[in-house]
Nanobody, 126 residues
């Protein structure tokens, strides 16, 4: 089991930037693909971005492509989500996720998730 702790959320204005961090711990936490999901009030949790075990492959949802960047520091077991040009529609609770299998290349659906973080709130005002 991988334990995940997110940080970096907050209240910002439209056009601002934020960087979320996800600290992973556990015996093999560095061997899993990681991802970020978000859930807005009244909506289902949705995929945002994912990164492969060594960081060589990334995927983004269409809604954040070009504005958000996912990265990871393998040695420090930390995954980041740099969010630029934030919009009010980016307001949500953001969750870090670890793949359920070390053979998973990307975490793009909840069915591939083995561990979730507790979430961090991001609020973007207009």
């Amino acid at each position: 089991q991988v334990q995940l702790v997110e940080s970096g959320g907050g209240l910002v204005q439209a056009g601002d930037s934020l960087r979320l961090s996800c600290a992973a711990s556990g015996r093999t936490s560095s061997t899993y693909a990681m991802g970020w999901f978000r859930q807005a009030p009244g909506k289902e949790r949705e995929f945002v971005a994912t990164i492969s075990r060594r960081g060589g492959t990334t995927y983004y949802s269409d809604s954040v492509k070009g504005r958000f960047t996912i990265s990871r520091n393998v040695g420090e077991n930390t995954v980041y989500l740099q969010m630029n040009s934030l919009k009010p529609e980016d307001t949500a609770v953001y969750y870090c996720a670890a793949a359920s299998s070390s053979s998973t290349v990307a975490v793009r659906t909840a069915s591939n998730v083995g561990s979730w973080g507790q979430g961090t709130q991001v609020t973007v005002s207009s």
